[in-house]
């Protein structure tokens, strides 16, 4: 009986597992951090819709993209510091590599292509929204999340839209 309160104590802190109290503190937190390199990879890829995009839609939603994302970056800004989260000044690997991709197309190729890849990352960026507007633990990653979430339907539904226009199937 001894052994186990001792355990029991030892693996506690405030009534929570230990495990437990990092695992939520690192889940708001590794939600900080990819919302704000989706932000950043949003905005850079936005800029080039606009300068590689031929299609006024394509054009049109890569300003939107740079507009809002940039607003939805400096909204996480005082969220991460009061967490000391550092945000991404570069994209990851995995949105490097999709810009240098779409980087070196040209013309139709370029909206379907980009079109195609804005579709699939809203759908995953909603989903995910969606998750941590009602699980995050930190009520200011909880309110982000859930104002940040009806924009990011916006730019679903447009990113559908602008996709018919350009003649792209989402389903690659």
């Known amino acids: 009986m001894v052994r186990t309160t001792l355990i029991a104590a030892l693996c506690c802190v405030g009534g929570l597992p230990i ?3 990092s ?9 900080v951090r990819k ?3 989706a932000n950043y990879a949003e905005i850079q890829m936005g800029k080039l819709a606009q300068e590689k995009g031929t299609n006024p839609a394509v054009k049109d939603f890569g300003q939107r993209m740079v507009t809002d994302h940039s607003k939805a970056y400096d909204q996480l ?3 991460a510091s009061k967490d000391n989260i ?3 000044d570069r994209m990851n690997v995995k949105d ?3 810009y240098d991709r779409l980087s070196k197309l040209s013309s139709t190729q370029f909206d379907r292509e980009y079109m195609r890849a804005m579709v ?14 009602g699980r995050a633990k930190d009520p200011d990653v909880r309110t982000y999340a859930s104002n940040t979430l009806p924009t990011l339907q916006e730019h679903l539904r447009l990113a ?9 199937s989402s389903s690659k």
């Open 19 to 21: 495990f437990a109290r």
């Open 23 to 31: 695992t939520t503190a690192m889940s708001d937190s590794s939600f």
């Open 35 to 37: 919302a704000a390199e």
């Open 77 to 79: 800004k005082p969220i």
């Open 86 to 88: 550092t945000l991404p």
């Open 96 to 98: 490097q590599a999709l």
């Open 120 to 133: 699939k990352d809203h759908q995953s960026d909603v989903a995910e929204f969606q998750r941590e507007s």
């Open 160 to 168: 559908e839209d602008a996709n018919t226009k350009v003649g792209a």
